[in-house]
């Protein structure tokens, strides 16, 4: 990854709770976000990825 990890954000799905770096076990966790205000909104972001991805496949069967 070319970004600098150590300045990057993650949302950890066990705790619920944004971290800064590489704390978690990677199973732990989403992202990386580039700021802690979007890995705040990471459920919010994976249910519109998910939504996204999932018109799109519908739309190509």
Do not use: C
Not at 43 to 58: D, G, M, T, V
Request: proline fraction near 3%.
């Amino acid at each position: 990854m070319a970004e600098d990890v150590e300045h990057m954000f993650w949302y950890n799905m066990k705790s619920g709770k944004v971290e800064q770096g590489l704390l978690s076990p990677a199973v732990d966790r989403v992202g990386p976000f580039e700021t802690r205000e979007e890995a705040e909104r990471a459920l919010e972001i994976l249910r519109a990825n998910s939504a996204k991805w999932a018109e799109e496949e519908a739309a190509e069967d």
